[in-house]
């Protein structure tokens, strides 16, 4: 599928009446799709303006930049990727928190007075939490090797994604989140690696790790470690897909004990959504690999796939995805494009719950069924019901290190996913509106308490009241 170009165009124009009509007349023959036009300085002699094309592909920016260099009374100063722009010099800084002007200034938040808060944090580590930046601060750590939906692209390449995440993290829970892109696929070397570095941190986002190794890492560093590991890619999409399913069974008038559910995939996403949904409630669970269903009959090499055999598909059914979906009352797909025709759903029980969530491109395109489902969401921000991962790891992770947790822990999970579900009230209930929208205000804050309370009724909190803040002076 090719990826239209967002660019911006620079010009210097003869300031003559009809110049501009001309340029745009241009613009739109050659395929483009003209955005703002903004005005930066003028003169009797000429004007610059800068205007904000979408263009179909690289041909069609082509003919366009040769058609406008052709015309009289109008030059080219630039063509630029507006993504590329929005990119430049990298969206990170590190900011200080304390000004640093005098020599007093200096000795309080170096030496000699920070030697204090080291022999403090020496005597109760916890304290770290306190006076450092451990307690907001979250690494962001890749190895490059399923970077979105692109593949291992290396660490260098996963870059600017996991800039992007930190952003996120800021923007949506105030959490300063950290870039960490190792330059080895090794699980070992990963492990000790994230290991080696977690003083600094208050928790680890696994991220853009391929399967089966993004397993092998995050349980390694949930034993070694003694804060939060959380691999966003597994358990994000599972939190917020069982928060839209939640609601979309209310919609539906169905109990998810009661349902059959099929997904396809058998990756990161689709095994932490099977056991979210357990976890939830669910008795009758098939997935789908390329294979076709997952079952006891067949033979794994992979523990993880053999763990899918063991625990799910009770009724032992076999065959291919449209034979597995027969009869089922909730789809989720979390594979590739196109896998689902409509026939497929007609097949399904009546008012069936599509959760088409491949993205760019869903396993079937909403628009072929939405009159026949009770329900569809996807991936996508262009149709109702997106499931998100926003809507999930800034609350998670601000509610965990709020108490500074010491894991993210299964029942801190299905709280989150019960309280985002909660945000939507009956009356907002329907079903193009099944999960609160990532710029909800209420979110994050809503999450992170019930991740929270879940934290301190398991007893993973570190923080309690008074603790930490009631610290020895003498």
Known sequence: MP?????????????????????????????????????????????????????????????????????????VIYIADRILLKHLGGKLEVTAKRNIETREDLSLV???????????????????????????????????SAVLGLGNLGPTAALP??????????RFGNIDAFPICLNTQDPEQIINTV??????????????????????????????????????????????????LLNALKVVGKKLSECKIVISGAGAAGMAITRILLKAGADNIVVCDRQGAISSRRTYHDRYKSWLAENTNPQEISGNLAEAIKDADIFI??????????????????????????????????EEIFDIAGVVATGRSDY???????????????????????????????AAAEALANIITPEQLNAENIIPSVFSPKVVKVVAQAVARAAKST????????????????
């Open 110 to 144: 170096y030496t000699p007075g920070v030697a204090k808060v080291a022999q403090s944090i020496y005597q109760n580590p916890d304290l770290a939490y306190r006076f450092t930046i451990k307690g907001n601060s979250v690494a962001i750590v890749t190895d490059g």
């Open 333 to 366: 797909g979390v594979s590739g494009p196109g896998l689902l025709i409509r026939e497929d759903i007609l097949n399904m029980n009546e008012k069936p719950v599509v959760f088409a969530l491949a993205n760019p491109e869903p396993e079937i395109a909403p």
């Open 384 to 414: 109702p019901n997106q499931i998100n991962n926003v809507l999930a790891f800034p609350g998670i992770f601000r509610g965990a290190l709020d108490c500074y947790a010491r894991c993210i822990n299964d029942d801190m999970n299905l």
């Open 161 to 170: 994604v996991m800039e992007g995440k930190s952003l996120l993290f800021k």
């Open 3 to 75: 990826i239209s170009l967002n660019v911006t165009i620079r010009l210097r124009l003869q300031n003559k009446p009809g110049t501009l009509a001309r340029v745009l007349t241009t613009i739109a023959e050659s395929g483009g799709s003209l955005g703002s036009i903004d005005l930066l300085s003028a003169s009797q002699d000429h004007v610059i303006r800068e205007l904000m094309v979408r263009v179909p592909d690289k041909q069609s920016l082509k003919n366009i930049a040769a058609r406008l260099d052709s015309l009289a009374g109008v030059d």
């Open 459 to 474: 007893g993973v909190a570190r923080k309690h009241t008074g603790d930490i803040d009631n610290y020895n002076l003498i």
């Open 195 to 244: 290991v080696a570095l977690s003083p600094v941190f208050g928790g680890i986002n696994l991220e853009d790790i391929a399967a089966p190794r993004c397993f092998i890492i995050e349980e390694a560093l949930r034993e070694k470690l003694d804060i939060p590991v959380f691999h966003d890619d597994q358990h994000g999409t599972a939190i917020v897909t069982l928060a839209g």
